[in-house]
């Protein structure tokens, strides 16, 4: 448990800062949305852009990687969806973000150094494509459903068109598209501006960590607790559960991969959830709370999935 505690901590610790700084107002009262807004408008762009530029395209298409890890992602966000139509009834765009709440996993500041620290430097592959996989398709649909929530009312072609130029216009898909693209044409990044993107991206996630703490003074924890319940054993434990049977059972794939799929799916809810969340100004408490408990209980589970693998 102790490594795994050494990544979890900080993460928790960097939320709990957060909190307390606004709890004792030691920032303005509308520190946590302009700190989203540089995440969701500076910070991340850079990281997803440099990232993706980085890895070659013939990498990031591992198939039987993929169909794994999206195959759980794809089941669990569809019953997260089906489940929450009847038992939570919500917009829809409550229910894509619950939906995102239950599969988008902390794969970058969470499951590449744990899968570093299980496998060393051939870890690190599977943690970048299974973030590629979050930032430019995963992401792109939970941005997709909720266009079509805002747009809701709106004739079918004005709805297309609003979706495809939310979609278009998204700072993140811009730069992961951009990144993709300039690892396909094999364009080489200037060091200066990679240095930029590299600075920049480094402060996206201690930046939307601390701004959950900040969100969440004056806020209620135990809301919705049936619901954020419901959503945490989702991540924590159905899409692990369905990752491992493809990963382990119905594809073939180099073992680390493999194993690399199923932490990755195993991992906490990811804090770029509460940064498209509140630049929508949906599902916003619901969404903060998944991350925070799934944080928490992830201490557990995921040491015992450590165990289960023989690793540490």
Excluded at 19 to 38: K, T
Excluded at 39 to 46: E, M, Q, R
Aim: with cysteine; charged share 5%; hydrophobic share 60%.
């Amino acid at each position: 448990m102790g490594p795994i505690l050494n990544v979890v901590f900080p993460i928790f610790a960097i939320m709990l800062a957060g909190y307390v700084s606004g709890r004792f107002r030691l920032l303005g009262n509308e520190s946590s949305e302009a700190l989203n807004r540089f995440v969701y408008y500076i910070a991340l762009p850079a990281l997803f852009f440099i990232s993706m530029a980085r890895v070659s395209l013939d990498q990031v298409f591992n198939l039987p990687f993929l169909a794994a890890y999206g195959g759980g992602v794809a089941f669990t966000f569809i019953l997260a969806v089906v489940v929450a139509r009847f038992a939570f009834p919500n917009r829809l765009g409550a229910l894509g973000l619950g939906g995102l709440s239950a599969i988008f996993a902390n794969t970058g500041y969470m499951g590449i150094p744990l899968l570093m620290l299980a496998f060393g430097e051939a870890g690190m592959l599977p943690g970048i494509v299974s973030t590629i996989l979050n930032g430019a398709v995963i992401m792109a649909i939970g941005i997709a459903l909720l266009e079509i929530d805002v747009q809701q009312g709106k004739s079918g072609l004005v709805v297309l068109r609003g979706v495809l130029g939310g979609i278009l216009r998204s700072p993140l898909v811009l730069s992961a598209a951009a990144g993709l693209a300039a690892s396909g044409l094999g364009l080489p990044v200037p060091k200066a501006v990679a240095t930029f993107c590299d600075i920049l991206g480094a402060s996206a996630g201690p930046c939307a960590l601390f701004a959950i703490g900040l969100f969440m003074v004056g806020k209620s924890f135990t809301a919705g607790m049936t619901e954020v319940s419901w959503l945490v054993l989702l991540k924590l434990a159905v899409q692990p559960l369905v990752t491992w049977w493809l990963a382990f059972h119905v594809f073939t794939m180099d073992p680390i991969w493999a194993a690399g799929a199923l932490i990755q799916s195993a991992l906490p809810t990811g804090a770029l959830v509460f940064v498209l969340a509140q630049q929508y100004g949906i599902f916003v408490q619901r969404s903060t709370a998944v991350i925070m408990v799934s944080t928490v209980v992830s201490l557990a589970t995921l040491s015992a999935l450590f165990v289960y693998l023989g690793i540490g």
